[in-house]
């Protein structure tokens, strides 16, 4: 089946404080791995994606196959990084039909 | 470019009335979506498009008819609304291809009493 699992509902962390948000996949195939972010009263958007392996607003998320994971990580967390965070992923030949996780709410306390 | 455009943005129906959700957008993508975002469930996706007159069900379907007669407009019909239907509708679109982004609009939120 396939699945995108994020374990925690809340994540809440000072600020410099590094944070990482967990999620892990099933997928039977080669899946193409994302995150995306909603900040208050803004419409969902691309925060990164495996493949292009870069930093976007100091966050990154290395795609582990063997552990089937794809956590997204920032050694430093600002109170603008607060936000619902969900873990998507596709196949590589359905790029437009997204499997999401339940996301997760990071607030980050001044 | 406006992007991607949803009407309306709050609506209430009661059980058993009809109505149709509105998405456009302006960036000539072959691909459109439509997802509801449930708490605690993410989003699911519901229909999608790729291309004009090419629909096909998602994995909530059910109570929800699409269709594609333009590039630009991918409307949601709700054909007699329930109370489980009430959530966040997001329309979505992407390029033609592999680990394209998707960009959504900004939500149309349903309350069906």
């Known amino acids: 089946a396939q699945r995108v699992t994020q374990p925690e509902k809340l994540l809440s962390v000072f600020k410099g404080a590094p944070v990482e948000l967990k999620c892990n996949y099933s997928?039977?195939?080669?899946?193409?791995l994302f995150w995306y972010v909603q900040y208050s009263r803004q419409r969902l958007q691309l925060l990164l994606r495996?493949?292009s392996r870069e930093s976007i607003k100091g966050f990154t998320a290395d795609l582990n196959k063997g552990e089937t994971s794809f956590h997204l990580k920032k050694p430093f967390a600002q109170e603008e990084d607060s936000a619902m965070y969900y873990c998507?992923?596709?196949?590589?030949?359905?790029?437009?039909?997204?499997?999401f996780g339940s996301g997760t709410r990071l607030l980050v306390r001044p | 470019n406006a992007g991607v455009t949803q009407t309306p943005k709050f609506q209430v129906l009661k059980t058993g009335q009809s109505m149709t959700l509105q998405c456009a957008q302006d960036?000539?993508?072959?691909?459109m979506s439509w997802y509801r975002q449930d708490p605690g469930m993410g989003l699911r996706l519901i229909h999608y498009?790729?291309?004009?007159?090419?629909?096909d069900q998602g994995e909530v379907p059910n109570g929800y008819n699409v269709s594609r007669s333009t590039t630009e407009d991918f409307p949601l019909r709700l054909l007699s609304a329930a109370p489980s239907q009430t959530s966040v509708y997001f329309c979505?679109?992407?390029?033609?291809?592999?680990?394209?982004?998707?960009?959504f609009g900004p939500g149309t939120r349903l309350t069906v009493t």
């Open positions: 979505a679109s992407s390029r033609q291809g592999t680990s394209y982004e998707q960009y």
């Open positions: 997928y039977s195939g080669s899946p193409e």
């Open positions: 495996h493949i």
């Open positions: 998507a992923l596709s196949g590589r030949d359905s790029s437009y039909k997204l499997i």
């Open positions: 960036m000539n993508h072959e691909y």
């Open positions: 498009s790729v291309g004009a007159g090419i629909t």
